[in-house]
């Protein structure tokens, strides 16, 4: 059938086929997921459900629990198939059912007050927090970085292998003394998270950017010299405005850096708030719902960040006319 008679029948018509289109693969994806990730759930969790479905009057084999413990998942699980719907309803569960994650996100995401310790908004808002001022710290000091390197020949020498070098130290080491020294001076509270924030945020920027201002070839720079231009009109003319589309891809990946720290300086600090105090809840209490709960959520709030900078980069680029 073409498109104009799908149209006339009252169908998709020629809006709908690429609405379809590119839906379609994307729910594919998603229910793949889902599928593997309930069938994950049975060898998972069949070790603790087999009693309970023996409580609920189903018969569960073999009988004899210390023989039960010495059988694998997937032999327990094939042994014992009335007790596979059980697997996915556990109070406890070793990889909690995605209808189980999404139950306690509506609970304690739409549910709670916002201003309850209880609601996972609460704490979403205390990591948003440190994750922006540490965001803009580290995107500030990573774009002057980038120009001091282009514009100057012993910072590109000095500094930029130092910069390097700050990665590899791992930020589950560095957090701890970072919050300890800190509140030795009285600092605490949003300052020292966000500075875990900029240090995972900032080299991103500082290579994109820099890979950015030194994008223009030598044609280009050469045709400023020839009207006489100054390094500073160079650099607004022309290199800034080529840098900005790797500013933008700099910027998705530091700001997902940025969350990362965040989450992370919120794990040794104590402080009851954030999404990383969630999580570390959660593991202490074996409470692996609400420890999900989080990840999902830190993912939802990551995923917002980086679309509102994709939302400011097509504005900015369309304006300056890179993009149509």
């Known amino acids: 059938m073409s498109d104009a008679a799908i149209s006339r029948s009252g169908g998709l018509g020629w809006i709908g086929l690429p609405l379809v289109g590119a839906v379609l693969p994307v729910l594919t994806v998603v229910a793949a997921i889902l599928a593997l990730w309930y069938a994950a759930c049975v060898p998972m969790n069949i070790h603790g459900t087999v009693n309970l479905a023996r409580q609920h009057?189903?018969?569960a084999m073999p009988p004899n629990r210390g023989e039960r413990r010495d059988m694998g998942a997937f032999a327990l699980a094939a042994a014992n198939p009335v007790a596979i719907p059980f697997t996915w309803n556990e109070e406890k569960p070793r990889l909690p059912a995605p209808h189980q994650v999404l139950s306690e996100l509506w609970t304690t995401a739409v549910m709670e007050p916002v201003t309850s310790k209880k609601s996972l908004v609460f704490h979403a808002w205390a990591t948003?927090?440190?994750?922006?001022l540490g965001f803009a710290i580290g995107t500030g000091l990573g774009v002057l970085l980038a120009v001091g390197i282009v514009h100057n020949r012993a910072m590109d020498m000095s500094v930029m292998p130092w910069a390097i070098a700050s990665q590899t130290i791992p930020i589950l080491a560095i957090a701890p003394m970072v919050i300890v020294v800190l509140a030795s001076v009285g600092l605490t509270g949003l300052l020292p998270k966000a500075l875990i924030s900029a240090y995972l945020s900032f080299?991103?920027?500082?290579?994109?950017?820099v890979k950015g201002?030194?994008?223009p070839d030598a044609m280009q720079l050469d045709l400023l010299k020839t009207y006489n231009a100054s390094n500073g009109q160079t650099f607004w003319r022309l290199r800034l405005p080529a840098s900005m589309p790797y500013l933008f891809a700099s910027l998705k990946i530091g700001a997902a850096a940025s969350l990362v720290g965040a989450i992370v300086g919120e794990l040794p600090s104590g402080g009851g708030q954030g999404l990383g105090a969630r999580l570390l809840a959660g593991s202490y209490y074996g409470q692996t719902i609400q420890i999900w709960s989080a990840l999902f959520m830190a993912a939802?709030?990551?995923a917002s960040v980086v679309g509102i900078i994709g939302f400011v980069e097509r504005m900015t680029l369309r304006r300056m006319g890179i993009r149509p």
């Open 213 to 215: 201002l030194r994008s």
């Open 57 to 59: 009057g189903f018969e």
């Open 300 to 302: 939802i709030v990551a």
């Open 128 to 132: 948003l927090s440190a994750t922006l």
């Open 203 to 209: 080299f991103p920027v500082v290579v994109g950017m």
